[in-house]
């Protein structure tokens, strides 16, 4: 008798541990998204590839024709239509040995000078006087606009690289 009780005790530990394997089998394979996996390369894919630019193989563009362009900031409540000048100079990769410095300057001088521009009114329409005022915010916004411009210069590519690389800002908050 007592050895019917032990081979009981020991089929019942083997079925609990069968179910088990089979409720954590079950899971992986409901919860194995394979999407996951490619979904992270294509991330990667989206990254922006970069390179060490010489400056003989960049290319400057000025935006608004290299004029000064006021810019109304947003109201704080403090100041009566808070105004920013300002001037905006862009340095681009031409490529190793300038090859791509026609398609380049078509790129920024002709299909997105406008979205470029606007770009730069966008990010000060957001910004109010104080905030204009600091340096910090400048160096803030050169960084910010270069990744804005490479954006939109990008937007319609499967390959993303970065033509972007220098943004020369003056700015005069009144």
Do not use: H, W
């Not at 400056?55 to 935006?63: R, V």
């Not at 100079?89 to 920024?108: F, H, M, P, Q």
């Not at 905030?131 to 939109?152: C, G, M, Q, S, V």
């Amino acid at each position: 008798m007592e050895g019917k009780s032990i081979y009981t005790i020991l089929l019942s530990i083997i079925a609990v541990l069968s179910l088990a394997l089979a409720v954590i089998i079950i899971f992986l394979f409901i919860s194995f998204n394979p999407n996951q996996q490619t979904s992270g390369k294509a991330q990667l894919d989206n990254s922006i590839s970069e390179r060490v630019v010489p400056d003989d193989e960049m290319i400057e563009f000025k935006l608004f024709n290299g004029e000064e362009r006021i810019f109304a900031l947003k109201d704080d409540g403090e100041n009566q239509n808070p105004l920013v000048m300002v001037s905006v100079s862009i340095k681009c990769d031409a490529g190793a040995r300038r090859r791509k410095e026609k398609e380049i300057t078509n790129l920024v001088s002709v299909l997105y000078q406008t979205e470029l521009e606007q770009a730069v009114g966008d990010y000060f329409a957001d910004m109010s006087l104080a905030e204009a005022k600091e340096l910090e915010t400048r160096y803030k916004a050169r960084d910010d606009l270069i990744e804005i411009f490479n954006e939109i210069l990008n937007e319609n590519k499967p390959n993303k690289q970065k033509i972007v690389y220098r943004v020369t800002l003056q700015m005069l908050p009144q």
